[in-house]
């Protein structure tokens, strides 16, 4: 089945950086957009980044210039470098696979301390 695995998450102060990974398994990675999503307490799920099979990527304006996703196909992973974190960015963020009804991990927490 569809496995999506997150990390890299974690607590880090404004202004540093993080890079999350999303390890695919059950399916052929490479046929497939990814996108990171994230949810605010309080707040909607909302986009961060997607990229397409072949490697266009779309941002969100609240991050573009500062985050940027990448993939492996050849590791079936995907991931996302974010640098000059901001508080506003503190989240749990969940990586999703473009496939079918969609797929979903479970999701790593970001938390940007001022």
């Known amino acids: 089945q569809v496995q999506l695995v997150e990390s890299g998450g974690g607590l880090v102060q404004s202004g540093g950086s993080l890079r999350l990974s999303c390890a695919a398994s059950?399916?052929?990675?490479?046929?497939?957009?990814m996108g990171w999503y994230r949810q605010a307490p309080g707040k909607q799920r909302e986009l961060v980044a997607s990229?397409?099979?072949?490697?266009?990527?779309n941002y969100a304006d609240s991050v573009k210039g500062r985050f940027t996703i990448s993939r492996d196909n050849v590791k079936n992973t995907a991931s996302l470098q974010m640098n000059s974190l901001k508080p506003e960015d503190t989240a749990v963020y969940y990586c999703?696979?473009?496939?079918?009804?969609?797929?979903w991990g479970h999701g790593t927490q970001v938390t940007v301390s001022s």
């Open positions: 999703n696979a473009q496939i079918g009804e969609g797929y």
């Open positions: 059950g399916y052929i990675f490479s046929f497939s957009a």
């Open positions: 990229i397409s099979p072949g490697g266009t990527t």
